[in-house]
């Protein structure tokens, strides 16, 4: 071989090294696919699994229940049941519903429960005192077997998204009528009534039109 080939042969080697360690490089712990996350974190326990899970309450910052949304997986054998969930240091009481009749509610042995939504099973917490949207509260899982479960949870309000995942409305405050002055009776018309007969007034005559000669 003559020395340019030999030298034309060092020269394409050394690049092609030098693109290799750029793309090393590129694809270390600085990598910016590395940085990406999921929203909402996950956790396992067992056989049991919390996804997704999140808090959602009333818009604009509304008195009212709010709800947890999330998926419970079971894969194990046999169904477990959901006994509560709590608000880590709360003392708040969520109601636990099936999404069909009433009873338990069972997570089925290698399947899901999806909690919130409609036609679903839900978690409902009366109000939502101490829950400040765009933060985050730690949700305590309480199983039959499994035991206890924790998981983070993001609190949003029921809007875009959420808002087909969120809680009831808050019930409106009644309308009340000011004390001592009842409101007027449907069909009788208020004040005093006239003593006037309608169209011409009294003692008057309108003069006929006149004829023609």
Same mark, same amino acid.
């Given at each position: 071989m003559s020395s340019s080939l030999r030298r034309g042969a060092l020269a394409a080697t050394a690049l092609v090294l030098?693109?290799?360690?750029?793309?090393a490089c590129a694809a270390g712990n600085d990598s910016q696919t590395l940085e990406v996350k999921p929203d909402n974190a996950a956790t396992a326990v067992g056989d049991i699994k919390l /996804?997704?899970? &999140?808090?959602?309450?009333? =818009?604009?910052? $509304?008195? !009212? #229940?709010?709800?947890?949304t999330g998926q419970?997986?079971?894969n194990g054998k046999d169904a477990q049941e959901l006994q509560s969930i709590?608000?880590?240091? /709360?003392?708040? &009481?969520?109601?636990?519903? =099936?999404?069909? $009749?009433? !009873? #338990?509610?069972?997570?089925?042995?290698?399947?899901?429960?999806l909690l919130?939504?409609?036609?679903n099973a839900s978690a409902v917490l009366p109000d939502r005192q101490g829950l400040n949207d765009g933060g985050q509260v730690q949700l305590a899982f309480g199983f039959k077997t499994t035991?206890?479960?924790?998981?983070?949870a993001f609190v949003y309000p029921a809007k875009s998204y959420f808002k087909e995942w969120g809680p009831s409305e808050a019930p409106s405050a009644p309308a009340t009528t000011?004390?001592?002055?009842?409101?007027?009776?449907?069909?009788?018309?208020?004040?005093?009534?006239?003593m006037k007969p309608s169209g011409t007034p009294q003692g008057k005559q309108t003069p006929s039109a006149p004829a023609h000669q």
């Open positions: 030098s693109i290799a360690t750029l793309s /996804q997704n899970m &999140t808090v959602i309450t009333q =818009p604009d910052m $509304g008195a !009212g #229940p709010a709800v947890i419970v997986f079971n709590k608000v880590v240091g /709360q003392g708040t &009481t969520i109601k636990l519903s =099936p999404a069909q $009749g009433s !009873g #338990p509610l069972m997570v089925p042995a290698h399947g899901s429960v919130g939504g409609k036609g035991g206890e479960v924790r998981i983070s000011p004390s001592g002055k009842p409101s007027t009776p449907a069909g009788k018309p208020s004040g005093a009534p006239s």
